[in-house]
């Protein structure tokens, strides 16, 4: 209050000055006053567009600085594909594996059971004495073979079974990689939204500076950090990663395992 | 021999227990995460420990420090069976006190490889 007040009686003053020099036909001194007049304003004026271009510059610094969407869009999009291409396949084969092993085991499965439905026929004929002593020899034989045979097809139909158990791996190790791709979708929704913000006209910067910060603080432990199965043909592979059970087992073993 | 079985996912834990149903071992539990399993674990009985690395909450690598810390349950034998590939990891693991570890896909007869000579070797330490 008291500065405007202050700034009042002065703007007045000059302004009785102005008068009284234009009256005395004083241009020079006129010009003068006037532009002490002007001066308060003047300033609010820089300082308005001091103001605005340290927001355009702040604005486009976080905008460059917003690497991890840059990264998000060269590298990490293309990665993503590529990790979903990766789960296609990977439930592809194991379909085909669990399938296989399928079409490998009924046939034995139908075989037996139905060799096992003559023999119990013939068994039965046995016990009500309707055979013949040459029939009774077949039958011997047949028995003798369906044993010896019975033994090793259901043997491999456990076997069989045993694949199809481990063809269902693919569950855990394609959902590892979803749920990796779903992170970045959640990540990439984030960025656009900071985005979105920064862009429209009132600027909300905190929300992208802090998604970026939440993110260098996560990649301090990134090199230990889980992040599931590698996939070919990604930047996963630039890590050095071991290639399979050998790989793992020689380089325990050079660390005195 | 009770065992425990850490994976987040249910198929995995599931395929883990009937491996170790054909190896003779019918005495396990199953724990989805780190913070699930370390109580269970402190609650005591358990003669090992059969852990994924990349779990929600708590992760493998963290449980097994974890373990590795309680004076109760330090000598605990831990098998990894993660697919965690990395050398790092599999450095960081080993420096941790990991007694096995099994990369992702595995066969039935690498568990039995691996139990087998984690047992062993503690029988000739012990």
């Known amino acids: ?257 | 021999m009770k065992i425990l079985i850490v994976d987040d996912f249910s198929t995995m834990r599931r395929i883990i227990k009937n491996l170790l149903r054909e190896l003779g071992f019918n005495n396990t539990l199953e724990a989805d995460d780190g913070s699930t399993a370390l109580p269970m674990l402190k609650s005591g009985g358990f003669d090992f420990l059969i852990t994924d690395w990349n779990m929600p909450n708590m992760e493998g690598i963290a449980l097994l420090k974890a373990v590795r810390a309680d004076p109760e349950l330090k000598s605990l034998p831990v098998l990894m069976v993660t697919a965690e590939a990395k050398r790092d990891q599999i450095v960081e693991a080993a420096q941790a006190g990991v007694n096995g570890y099994i990369v992702k896909p595995f066969t039935a007869e690498t568990l039995k490889e691996k139990i087998d000579k984690i047992f062993e070797r503690l029988d000739t330490q012990g």
Do not use: C
């Open chain 1, 1 to 257: 209050m008291d500065s405007d007040d202050e700034r009042l009686s002065l703007q007045l003053d000059l302004a009785r000055r102005l008068v009284e020099r234009l009256e005395a036909s004083d241009l020079t001194g006129g010009d003068e006053l006037i532009r002490q007049l002007r001066l308060p304003y003047e300033r609010e004026l820089f300082e308005e567009l001091g103001k605005l271009t340290r927001e355009l510059h702040e604005a486009l610094n976080s905008f460059r600085g917003d690497s991890r969407l840059i990264e998000l869009t060269r590298d990490e999009i293309p990665d993503a594909k590529e990790r979903l291409n990766y789960v296609v396949s990977m439930t592809e084969q194991a379909t085909h594996r669990t399938l296989n092993a399928l079409d490998e085991a009924m046939p034995i499965a139908e075989s037996l059971h139905e060799r096992a439905g003559r023999l119990r026929a013939q068994w039965s004929r046995f016990r009500n004495r309707e055979l013949s002593v040459n029939e009774f020899r077949e039958l011997a034989r047949e028995l003798d073979e369906f044993l010896l045979r019975g033994e090793q097809e259901t043997e491999r139909v456990k076997s069989l079974l045993s694949e199809i158990l481990m063809a269902q791996d693919y569950q855990d190790l394609t959902g590892q990689i979803i749920r990796r791709v779903i992170r970045l979708v959640q990540e990439l929704e984030e960025s656009l939204v900071g985005l979105i913000r920064l862009s429209s006209a009132r600027m909300d910067r905190p929300q992208l500076t802090t998604a970026a910060n939440a993110d260098a603080d996560e990649s301090v432990a990134a090199d230990i950090r889980g992040q599931g199965p590698i996939v070919p043909n990604t930047h996963d592979t630039v890590a050095d990663v071991v290639n399979g059970q050998d790989d793992v087992d020689a380089l325990l073993s050079s660390l005195g395992f």
